[in-house]
T-cell receptor
């Protein structure tokens, strides 16, 4: 079974600063997928960024980037030039791969989340 | 259409009521999921449907009954719920396996009185 650990229950930074959210995970799989999801007060879970474990290159999406360290089983999220709209719960999540048709799905394993507050 | 639509957004029900939650997607995804989320906690997986067949039931009490009538629709039938079942119920869908990410609906806020 997989586990995902987020050790920062809450973080607060000033607008325009850079912030890094930590995530570690444990799995015996050699290939898998990692995600960061954002959940603002509106409750909608929004996919922020996705990383494939067999790709060494760190994923980036505009102001969001990850530092993926496979050997250390670490997957941190960096938010640059933070904005008020970035205030939300951030969840790190894991899913194993399914490469064949009809193979079913496992769902996501989530960490406990980090509540990020961007101060004006 | 890149959305997962959940109805209703809010639901209050008594412990003897029967109600249903509905989830719909038109992205051609073949896997659909129900999650339960309590306040300030991560979502917990309840059920997974893959190709319209139930593939995972995470030991959910029988007062929750899922149904997948077709590849676009997922229902969760509720009966004889307890106050501790009050939570946000999230539906999600993915291409099979979820390798490319999961698309979530905005949830149904359920209150059992």
């Amino acid at each position: 079974a997989q586990t995902v650990t987020q050790s920062q229950p809450e973080m607060s930074v000033q607008e325009a600063e850079t912030v890094t959210l930590s995530c570690t995970y444990d799995t015996s799989e050699s290939n898998y997928y990692l995600f960061w999801y954002k959940q603002p007060p509106s409750r909608q879970m929004i996919l922020v960024i996705r990383q494939e474990a067999y790709k060494q290159q760190n994923a980036t999406e505009n102001r969001f980037s990850v530092n993926f360290q496979k050997a250390a089983k670490s997957f941190s999220l960096k938010i640059s030039d933070s904005q008020l709209g970035d205030t939300a719960m951030y969840f790190c999540a894991f899913t194993p791969p399914h490469m064949y048709s009809g193979g079913g799905a496992d769902g996501l394993t989530f960490g406990k989340g980090t509540h990020l507050i961007i101060q004006p | 259409d890149t959305e997962v639509t959940q109805t209703p957004k809010h639901l209050v029900m008594g412990m003897t009521n029967k109600k249903s939650l509905k989830c719909e997607q038109h992205m051609g995804h073949r896997a659909m999921y129900w999650y339960k989320q309590k306040a300030k906690k991560p979502p917990e997986l309840m059920f997974v449907y893959s190709y319209e067949k139930l593939s995972i039931n995470e030991s959910v009490p029988s007062r929750f009954s899922p149904e997948c009538p077709n590849s676009s629709l997922l229902n969760l039938h509720l009966h004889a719920l307890q106050p501790e079942d009050s939570a946000l119920y999230l539906c999600a869908s993915s291409q099979e396996g979820g390798n490319y990410g999961y698309t979530f609906g905005s949830g149904t806020r359920l209150t059992v009185v």
